[in-house]
């Protein structure tokens, strides 16, 4: 019974967003360093595309443009820790590869510089459409194992009304902090 309740409060806590806890571990100092260095990079990467010419060019600068932007989103991620960080760090990612296979399309030309966007077009497409699934399966887990701590809740509490005076409330206090209540 004891693991089974030990179970249950690590993915409740796991499932129902208090992941900002446990994921953020960057202090404020450390980020903005770090900002600035990601920031200083990219400047260095992009100035080396300098020495280039035509879409070789766009094409390393294109890549410089998606390593900063992936750069920061998980850098903002390590930060806060939160949900949405990490789905706009996940969206970052697919965005900027995106971009880059486009961009590597343009040296193409006819039907295989369509195929090229298409299929770039295809993978942010696929990559959207999982990052949207998960999202719906991560909020139907954390409903779900919502449902059923106030189910045990519930059993919990009933139980608690057999007893009186301390005991009761003793009891009481005892599941609602076990159950999130």
């Not at 980020?31 to 990467?45: I, R």
């Not at 992936?70 to 990612?93: S, W």
């Not at 991560?138 to 059923?148: G, R, V, Y």
């Amino acid at each position: 019974m004891k693991t089974q309740t030990h179970t249950r409060l690590l993915c409740a806590i796991a499932l129902m967003g208090l992941s900002s806890v446990a994921s953020a571990n960057l202090t404020q100092p450390v980020y903005s360093q770090a900002k600035d260095e990601v920031k200083a990079m990219f400047k260095t990467e992009r100035d080396r595309c300098g020495s280039l010419s035509g879409n070789a060019k766009d094409v390393c600068v294109e890549r410089a443009k998606g390593h900063e932007k992936v750069a920061l989103a998980n850098l903002e991620y390590q930060h806060t820790g939160t949900v949405k960080d990490r789905n706009d760090y996940l969206e970052a990612r697919y965005e900027a590869r995106y971009e880059l296979a486009k961009e590597m399309c343009d040296d193409k030309t006819g039907n295989a510089k369509d195929v090229c966007v298409a299929q770039a077009k295809a993978s942010h497409d696929k990559a959207k459409a999982d990052l949207k699934a998960n999202k719906a399966v991560a909020e139907a887990q954390a409903d779900a194992m919502e449902a059923k701590l106030k189910a045990d809740y519930k059993v919990a509490n009933e139980r608690c009304d057999s007893l009186s005076g301390n005991a009761k409330d003793s009891c009481q206090a005892s599941a609602k902090a076990r159950y999130f209540q």
